[in-house]
């Protein structure tokens, strides 16, 4: 059951976003994105929507939730919708009796069949496209967060040495994938943030590979990006690139050192009021200086927390300032096709002086060779 | 790499959805949603457009995947935009260039946002929301696709074999949930096809409920929803609800009976033709003449394919009438809130003269009874 202090992180953050969006012209907003549901309530179920408006809130569910909205929402209004009625009928009537001319929806997660849906079943009331609002909000996270995203961190780092220590010449990418897994759940997590990138030789030139069936001993570099999750839903994502024997090309001690400086120099920039895309060239401009620019063809990072892809995000394009709380990735990597890639990934928490690095995995050269 | 036969899969998959869409007035129907880029491609990633006309088929994606797309989807032409360019920007390029004034895009999945993304930056051309066109066509099934199914539902048995040899009174629901997906890994499958459900007790009446921390021992009720997936991304989806000592109340046995007969009838009416409501109605009328009407509240069953819940679904209202190759689960339900709740689900494939039951788990009131 939830207790007072949990209760009330909830309305602290209805509250920051009532604040946040007092300025929209909207009598209430509808939040349907099922995590930020989740942040604003504590209900961790699904297929629940939130009618928020300046002095009310009302989560919209139906009878499958009821006994878990009740233990994970005290206080909160409950409006238990019949199977026969649809989620948009129970909405609509509940904006009908609060006779809304306005009302804002999350345009960035809603369907456009939904948004026409509502639309025509509601036809006093005007539609207002409300994005990002409660993701904003999400980028910076409270005490609650930061320990839950240690935690996240710690059952990561856990899996990885496991993983280290279980390597083989024998085993393949989707085999370690699955001990990976296997292993965060008994150190106590929930599962693996994502589906991790396992990936042997030259298949670590492809960011978003998926383990397959190549084995360790079938070249000498290994990349792992992975992640834990908590049981609250906050994940980590890390990743390491490895040696598992010597590697015939000089370069890749080359290609390895560049990430890892175009990676401590980021990291040393970062620090609240800094713009995301400053943090962004500062390993952009040094991959480009040592020669490898056209092969860095990724976004340096992205905030971290209920999704593995938050705000803030570190791109060329973005302008939005840090903040002391977020959580951020930094993993700058160079990849050439037919060859192989080295990405290198820290989880990163934006204090109030600079930053503090989330995670401890060694990365520095010595430590690339290991033993299969 | 794929094969010819693939290869002829995709296509002959594409020009069913062109004659289905015929009558629409748009030149172009952009596939925005990730399983139907990969049921009408073969790509197996994300991020990834698929714009049809007429007579061509263009994939619109970044670099990360130009290796896998090459492999994947040989002779569908590709265009990869620049991480500068974003997806809808690339897609105005393309529509444009083109000379479209219709173009259809999907409305069930696209969001808002994106929607009005899309109008701002193609003035000349109409939008028009065209749903489930690709999921009308995925619900049913084609030869691969079953043996895909088959397989899935061999996984699971094989999975759910493994659960009931490793109960003990101390396991908790969240350590078999685990190592469930890790036997059903080890036996060749890719993952659970959803998180399972597996609930002692009275938390058997929770349609949702999620593994926790309650022990086998603690009450006799242990209800087990769960399913395997392939490599290729089919799911199983299977229930089943057992006895782990005797249950102090008769009742028990009636509403298990009640369940398994409405289920049976269900499934012996299944025939091409017959409307999802009709079958639905079988297990309802059934459950409600026996006095539990009010504890069934949700449908009868849902198709299972690259979703977990896809088209047909059997509800109250579905006119729907099956079809020979559509595979839909029948898991009719009696829960009763501070109680316990019986499930029973099996996988059923229409077939020309009637259905075939895929899964084969025990389920006679005989094998109710499991030691641990």
């Known amino acids: 059951m939830p207790n007072q202090s949990m209760t009330d992180r909830y309305k602290i953050r209805r509250d920051s976003l009532r604040e946040n969006i007092k300025s929209e012209e909207i009598e209430g907003l509808l939040i349907s994105t099922e995590k930020n549901v989740s942040y604003l309530s504590g209900f961790s179920g699904d297929s629940t929507w939130l009618l928020l408006t300046a002095d009310s809130e009302l989560l919209i569910s139906d009878f499958r939730y009821v006994t878990q909205?009740?233990?994970?929402?005290?206080?909160?209004?409950?409006?238990?919708?019949?199977?026969k009625t649809k989620m948009t009928e129970a909405l609509a009537e509940k904006v009908a009796e609060r006779n809304f001319k306005q009302l804002g929806i999350e345009g960035h997660s809603m369907t456009t069949e939904v948004f026409d849906t509502l639309d025509k079943s509601m036809e006093r009331v005007e539609l207002t496209s409300i994005c990002w609002k409660v993701e904003e909000l999400r980028a910076v996270k409270d005490h609650h967060e930061i320990q839950?995203?240690?935690?996240?961190?710690?059952?990561?780092?856990?899996g990885f040495a496991y993983l280290q220590a279980i390597l083989t010449p024998e085993a393949t990418e989707?085999?370690?994938?699955?001990?990976?897994?296997?292993?965060?759940?008994?150190?106590?997590?929930d599962e693996?943030?994502?589906?991790?990138?396992?990936?042997?030789?030259?298949?670590?030139?492809?960011?978003?590979?998926?383990?397959?069936?190549?084995?360790?001993?079938?070249?000498?570099?290994?990349?792992?990006?992975?992640?834990?999750?908590?049981?609250?839903?906050?994940?980590s994502d890390?990743?390491?690139?490895?040696?598992?024997a010597a590697f015939?090309?000089?370069?890749?001690?080359?290609?390895?050192?560049?990430?890892?400086?175009?990676?401590?120099?980021?990291?040393?920039?970062?620090?609240?009021?800094?713009?995301?895309?400053?943090?962004?060239?500062?390993?952009?401009?040094?991959?480009?200086?040592?020669?490898?620019?056209?092969?860095?063809?990724?976004?340096?990072?992205?905030g971290i927390g209920l999704d593995i892809h938050e705000l803030p995000r570190f791109s060329q394009s973005s302008d939005a300032p840090l903040e002391a709380g977020?959580?951020?990735?930094?993993?700058?990597?160079?990849?050439?096709?037919?060859w192989g890639g080295v990405r290198i990934e820290d989880d990163v928490l934006v204090t109030d002086s600079g930053c503090e690095v989330l995670s401890s995995v060694p990365k520095d050269w010595d430590s690339v060779r290991v033993n299969i």
């Open 238 to 244: 890390l990743t390491r690139t490895m040696l598992t």
């Open 326 to 338: 977020m959580v951020v990735t930094v993993e700058p990597g160079i990849y050439l096709a037919g």
């Open 248 to 302: 015939p090309d000089p370069k890749f001690e080359t290609v390895y050192r560049t990430v890892l400086e175009a990676q401590r120099l980021a990291i040393e920039a970062i620090s609240p009021g800094v713009s995301c895309k400053k943090i962004d060239a500062v390993a952009r401009d040094f991959i480009q200086k040592a020669g490898f620019g056209e092969y860095f063809d990724h976004g340096l990072g992205h």
């Open 192 to 235: 693996l943030s994502f589906h991790p990138i396992i990936a042997v030789g030259d298949r670590s030139a492809l960011p978003h590979y998926r383990p397959g069936k190549l084995k360790i001993a079938e070249s000498p570099i290994l990349l792992v990006d992975w992640g834990a999750q908590t049981h609250s839903g906050y994940k």
């Open 148 to 158: 839950e995203i240690r935690e996240a961190v710690r059952l990561a780092e856990k």
């Open 174 to 189: 989707q085999q370690l994938a699955y001990e990976l897994e296997h292993a965060v759940r008994n150190f106590g997590g």
């Open 69 to 83: 909205l009740e233990e994970e929402c005290p206080g909160v209004d409950l409006h238990i919708r019949s199977s």
